[in-house]
């Protein structure tokens, strides 16, 4: 059996590691936080075998891949810039695209910024966040939740990373990848990593697999991934210009009813209710029962599948 290549290219002034596998048409396949390329593990894997080229990046800031210092260096431009220089540097002019978490945010703005590099997108767990011209991205969130919630508490530089380094890196992970639907577990009240833990691990989340994240993360730090939250209000500066902008490529969008994303106040009624339609035109929505955040890792045939079903039309 083909096994993932791991490599590193020049892109947008920094070096990115990539993990890809197969050939045919090509897949991009953007991790979240806070993870890893590994978080496509199965994807990888599986979409080679159905005839597609599985590309599956660090994101800047992660892992293998260039963490620049400062939150000003990790805007939605300075994101999707990294990857178009990606598929520049691989020779790939359209790509199938797909997104989890964070990177389900980077990969809506890489449809309404390049859709010409575009082909279909296929997103897990977070909607469409249309720009709102009169509430920055941060205080949409503190007039939600207020002070406390975790996006707010990450804006100080250096507060959640000394949270993080005193806590058992490995327990950490395995709270955060089985985290539940409600979004106040991420409250100051219960601290960043002092929800309860489920008990046993699940069986589609093995200790190895929670050993790849906690070794790499203690490697890095947690600092690049937290300076996307840190960078939200510069890329609302930035993103004026596509206030009210519709995305316009085939989506998809794959949510687990028991997403934390998902049971947001509003989030629901966005997606159903029409909202999500207006601001996506050409979008299908799934639902998926009993399903958490970490989608593509908790159900990752389901997943496979209904990729390989929405993206073998185009």
Known sequence: MEKIQHSTIKTNGINMHIASIGTGPAVLLLHGFPELWYSWRHQLLSLSYLGYR?????????????APPLPASYTGLHIVGDLVGLLDHLGIDQVFLAGHDWGAVIAWYFSLFRPDRVKAVIILSVPYWPRNPAVKFVEGFRNLFGDDYYICRFQEPGEAEKVFASQDIEKLFEKVLTIGPDPRCVSKALGFGDF???????SWLSPDDVKFYATTFKETGFTGGLNYYRSLDLTWDLTAAWTGA?????????????????NIPGIKEYIHNG????????????VME?????????KPDQVTAHIYEFIKKF
Not at 196 to 202: C, I, Q, T, V
Not at 290 to 298: A, C, D, L, R, S
């Open 275 to 286: 909202g999500f339609n207006r601001d996506v035109p050409s979008l299908e929505v799934v």
């Open 54 to 66: 599985a590309i599956a990046p660090d994101l800047r800031g992660f892992g293998d891949s260039d």
């Open 290 to 298: 009993g399903v958490g955040h970490f989608i593509n890792q908790e």
């Open 196 to 202: 309860e833990a489920p008990g046993p691990l699940p």
């Open 246 to 262: 519709q995305i316009k490529v085939p989506a998809k969008f794959i949510s687990g009813d028991q997403d934390i994303v998902y």
